[in-house]
């Protein structure tokens, strides 16, 4: 019985999972409005729950039969059509018919919940902001996945990086079987906290079965819950539940991952999955590194220096723990695209960092692509990062941070059409990741193409509105289209002073309203002259002032600026376009003309 009193309960959810985990049936009702958490729906699933309504008990009984009858067969008995009531004044010797009446209601009532698994829709979910994938929608593969992050069932519900973490690695093991499309973990990730229905996720990231469950850490105990649904007819393929000391974690996610891949029917190579490369059998430092993937991935200066704590105490404890150091040198690389270090000094570290991690760890393709990456900012060696990201495809096509510096160094070298392959490639397998679609609507906008560029930044927009670059880009393809009042409004809904200042001076100055372009000009110097010339040379080279514009992008170059390998194409830098200076500088550039 289901009530608000209920459903805030420690103790019922206990017995839900405790039935649930014995494979007891349930039946729910629910006796009033309460909202049922997320893991209460995880673990009615199979049965579903009824709501009892206005109408009370009596009411809710006739329209349970009602609705039994509506999906019994011809030919097959059914029950008097008269709305169902208990006499209150009925006499002991008819209390056996009326038990044997409520029993027949009671397995009426389950076969219910079973045709409505199968027969009915599931409950709606409370109206959700809409996730929009970038494009193509590829047709859906039988042979494909989403691992949903698990919910931390612990009592104190202090264990979320645990449930994160154990969802990541079933994610990366399963990643490793061949003939599996498997969605990376920023798609997968992005429902956490989101009350939306499995089929509607499912559409959106275009896989055909979804993993589900539960962690709860007791002591030195954990128990995992895990149940894999294909979602064409939400069919429970399999489902387990795993009772394991703490310290045998790794062997309980490979188990996790095998039975799952036999029951998906994947030939697996080699025999079992095994633990992902560049690992650590340490649990210390383990939990360590699960602890900084959440602030990794929330990309603000605070969060990345607390995934930088966390992974140097983890490649402390085992220095031989690979993908600990290669998520340090990402931390290292993000801080300084964000501007939070200089790129020397931010690339600098994450060089020695990956090569670092490729010494105890040769085949992580992660490292390979932050290598990758290095090479194109630091050094414009353009040859060197396509090796890098060739060693870094040679070792696993699918992995979405090689597949993303690959796009870069293609898009840097005027590669249009091998650059959107790359980025499309990458939102395959990872189709909510926002990177791979802000750096798709960027190759839409330096390859000219305006209309899928603002296309694409809306989508991203639609997404995440917060995202640090979607209006500054989006701002720029609807200066480019023509419409300079539209673009203004636009950027001038970001709330971040530094990323308007990137383009609010020449968006005042194509408005006419020159005085306060003057003056944002003053302050984008003042704020970025020192860390991304580059930006600064874009707003001389709009005003046509070639030699300022000029002088500012040499002033780039010493800085090794991050926005250097995007100048091919910009269309702000488009009167430089026949100065022999330009062109002298896109040679010392190695970039086509």
Known sequence: MLSQQAVT?????KEIERASSKRRRIIALRTDS????RAFEYFLSE???IDVGSGGIEAGAAKLVDAIRSHLTPGTSSLPAKTLAVDRKVAPSQWRWVAIASAAVVAMAFAYFVASRFLLPRHAPAEQPTITAAPPTAAIIDKSIAVLPFTDMSE???????????????????????????IARTSSFAFKGRAVDIAEIAKKLNVAHVLEGSVRKSGSKIRITAQ?????DSTHLWSETFD?????IFAVQDEIAGAIAQALQIQLAGGELSHRKGGTQSLEAYQLYLRALGPSNQNTGPSLDVAG?????AVKIDPGFGLAWSQLAWVFSIKADNGFTSATEGYGRARQLAQHALQVSPDLAEAHGILEAAYLVLDHNWEAAEQEGQAALAIDRSNWGALNSAGRLARALGRWDEAERQFQLELVRDPLNTYGIWNLGLTYYVAGRFADSERVFRQLLKLQPDFAWVRRGLAKTLLAQGKPEEALAEVQQEVDEGERLKVLPVLLQAVGRQADADIALQAQTALWGDRRASVVAMTYAYRGDHDHALEWLERAYQQKDIGLPIIVGEPLLKNLADDPRYKAFLRKMNLPE
Do not use: C, F
Not at 173 to 178: D, I, R, S, V, Y
């Open 34 to 37: 309460a909202a049922l958490p």
């Open 309 to 313: 704590a966390y992974l140097e105490q």
């Open 47 to 49: 049965s579903q729950w």
């Open 244 to 248: 394991r000391p703490l310290k045998d």
């Open 156 to 182: 104190k519900h202090d264990q979320e990086y645990m449930s994160d973490g154990i969802a990541e690695e079933l994610l990366n093991l399963l990643a490793q079987a061949p003939g599996l499309k498997v």
């Open 228 to 232: 894999l649904i294909r979602t064409a």
């Open 9 to 13: 309960s420690a103790h019922v959810g």
